[in-house]
């Protein structure tokens, strides 16, 4: 009998029974006509500092200028000297998002509900991070998630919980590890501008506090959704389309050397990359491939809306569509499960590789992450 088979097949639920306590990840139930998926409108955006305080604005937002295709940038540069790192054992949740809906809720709330409070005029609020988590789980095999829920005034918050596997791998990285993750924000240093006519300054400190996020306002089939992610710059060109069509997303990657390298590429990387700009509608991703001591050895860009061709020649592979239909089910799952309004309550569903979607609830518990200044300053 085939291993992989087995693990995936079962009598589990399929993925809209009228109420079920678990949602399948099987690929195959996915496999149907995209969904409608609005154009993001970017509705606001927020800026974090050095000191990862948060801005109202777009301080923090930079400029992309287009390197050599050849540019041997040196991602090692400043690792030990010119480097400071956010503490990521600091839980920050959905709070800068928090912030800037309470600094901007007159934008958003429309409804006057009995109690003459203003509801929020979307099903979800979240993080695009999380939302890229949910479009990749049907082909993850490696990493599960724990995502917390709570209803309150008829929105459904979703904000990640760390599992012990990701806090144990988070506290055990390697002096490599911790430096490779370096690189990636060293290429954004050489490739961006903090000023319309500036250059890039290789020389200056990275520092990985400081943030430029978008809120964007979109629609995957009937979910209204309100979210927010990181930008790492944006066309410097003045007569770019507006936001988020002028944005660019960097990445890196290992250089790529043989047929089995670019296989495993466009199998397990692009639909990272696919799934991260493609939620906010950021049209390319910039990526700049480097050598095994971090240099940057070649610079290439991807249109998102060719990903999708790129990848047709792949046995086996990622399915835009699956991602996409996995994702609304997850929500429909979430908003059919998640009916108590009450911000002390939270639904936590939990994703283990080849397994179903599951969930527990939990009153007052170590999980409640509305904190009180919002619910006081939504609510006059
Ligand atoms: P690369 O993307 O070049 O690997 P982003 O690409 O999302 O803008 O993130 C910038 C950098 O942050 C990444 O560079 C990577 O170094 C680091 N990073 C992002 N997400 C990460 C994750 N889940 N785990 C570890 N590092 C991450
Ligand atoms: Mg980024
Ligand atoms: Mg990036």
């Given at each position: 009998p085939n291993h992989q088979h087995h693990e995936q097949s079962g009598p589990t639920p399929g993925?809209?029974?009228?109420?079920?306590r678990c949602l399948s990840t099987r690929r195959e139930l996915y496999e149907r006509d995209f969904p409608v998926y609005k154009q993001p409108v970017e509705v606001g955006s927020f800026s974090l500092d050095s000191e990862r305080r948060f801005f109202n604005?777009?301080?923090?937002l930079r400029y992309y200028v287009e390197p050599d295709?050849?540019?041997?940038?040196?991602?090692?540069?400043?690792?030990?000297?010119?480097f400071i790192k956010r503490d990521d054992s600091v839980k920050e949740k959905l709070d800068h998002i928090l912030r800037w809906i309470l600094a901007n809720k007159s934008k958003l709330s429309s409804k006057v509900t009995s109690d003459k409070s203003c509801a929020l005029d979307v099903d979800f609020v979240t993080w695009r991070g999380h939302l890229t988590k949910l479009l990749t789980t049907p082909y993850e095999a490696r990493e599960g998630w724990l995502l917390a829920v709570t209803r309150f005034r008829g929105t459904l918050y979703i904000s990640e919980v760390e599992t012990e596997a990701a806090r144990r791998d988070r506290e055990s990285r390697t002096g490599r590890h911790e430096e490779m993750m370096y690189w990636g924000y060293k290429f954004e240093q050489y490739t961006?501008?903090?000023?319309?006519h500036s250059s890039p300054d290789p020389g200056g400190v990275v520092n990985t506090n400081e943030a430029f996020c978008t809120v964007v306002q979109t629609r995957l089939a009937d979910h209204r959704l309100l979210f927010s992610g990181e930008v790492d710059?944006?066309?410097?060109?003045?007569?770019?389309?507006a936001a988020p069509a002028c944005y660019v997303e960097l990445k890196t990657s290992a250089e790529i050397c043989t047929p089995k390298q670019r296989s495993n590429f466009h199998r397990f990387k692009l639909i990272k990359w696919w799934a991260q700009s493609f939620l906010p509608g950021v049209p390319r991703v910039v990526a700049g491939f480097r050598d095994h001591e971090g240099v940057v050895v070649g610079v290439e860009t991807f249109p998102i809306s060719k990903m999708s061709h790129l990848i047709?020649?792949?046995?086996?592979c990622w399915k835009p569509t699956v991602c996409m239909n996995f994702c609304c089910d997850f929500l429909s799952f979430v908003k059919q499960t998640a009916?108590?309004?009450?911000?002390?309550v939270v639904y936590l569903f939990c994703y283990e590789p080849h397994r179903d979607v599951t969930f527990s609830i939990h009153r007052?518990?170590?999980?409640?992450?509305?904190p009180r200044w919002y619910l006081e300053g939504i609510t006059r």
């Open positions: 993925p809209n029974p009228l109420s079920s604005d777009s301080r923090q295709r050849t540019p041997n940038f040196d991602l090692r540069d400043g690792y030990r000297d010119r961006c501008a903090d000023d319309v710059c944006r066309d410097k060109d003045p007569k770019a389309p047709k020649n792949e046995h086996n009916t108590e309004d009450n911000p002390s007052d518990s170590q999980y409640s992450f509305l």
